[in-house]
């Protein structure tokens, strides 16, 4: 999460200390849930983009990047700017990462995650250590945030930082509550997500080891399914709930504190 937007949690914890109304305070307390699952997201999309990870759109994206500083190398008239320039070039074309930044990054939903992958997403195997949607959501948002443990290997997410602010300045109770709703959002919107374990924030597909394996629940039960788009499997890659329609979504800092709706 930015430094911006790690402000604009600071500033809704602090609007919180000064509501006396439970009703109005449960509402800050969802909208930090929505904010800190859209930080989650966001840091999904940046970090297969910056890692080794290979699918189709980010090709595109490179190719993109090195056409783009073609035509600038091309432009320059100053020497020092395009041997800056020629690096950078060199840089992306020896990179297996690219920089890629959203404005509004895609929902984790499996037909919003194969648009911008441009290629069907590869279910992962299913496990033996986070069977289930509450398992996994344990794993992601809970566990080291709650034993303060040093992340493993590309844990390192921004998301988490801002987790355990929100964890550090609300009272147990209401972290709890805070957490149940933070649940419920990722019940209804994180319907395909990248494979996870404690040893890698990214699983590879154990299929092909240049991309990213992908998650897929039973709607009924929220046990983990390797084959979500089984014609008799009533999985959650079959269900598009978007999370951009909820209207909390791009509801800023400013018309969160000053909505009538808080």
Known sequence: MTFTAMQHVGRMLHKMK??????RKQQCLRWLSIRVLREYIYN???????????????????KRQIEELNQEITEIEEDDERLIKKRKLNELNISKGVYK???????????????????????AWRGRDYPDRRSIFYLLFFEFV??????????????????????????????RQFLQYLYNDFKRYCLCIPAVSK?????KSIY???????????????????????????????????????????MTIEEAIENIWI
């Open 18 to 23: 000064t509501l006396q109304d439970e009703e």
């Open 44 to 62: 999904v999309w940046s970090t297969l983009y910056a890692m080794q990870f290979q699918f189709q759109s980010k090709d595109r994206e490179r």
């Open 101 to 123: 930044k959203f404005s509004d990054p895609p929902s984790l939903t499996y037909q919003s995650v194969k648009n911008e992958l441009q290629e069907e997403p590869i279910s």
């Open 146 to 175: 709650e034993n303060s443990k040093k992340p493993k290997t590309n844990w390192d997410q921004p998301y988490l930082s801002t987790l355990k602010i929100i964890k550090d300045r609300l009272k147990p109770n209401e972290f």
């Open 199 to 203: 040893a890698r924030w990214i699983n």
């Open 208 to 250: 092909d080891k240049s991309r990213p394996a992908w998650i897929g629940f039973i709607r009924s039960c929220g046990v983990r399914t390797e084959c979500p788009l089984n014609r008799e499997m009533d999985s959650t890659w079959k269900k598009e709930t978007n999370i951009q329609n909820d209207f909390r979504w791009n």
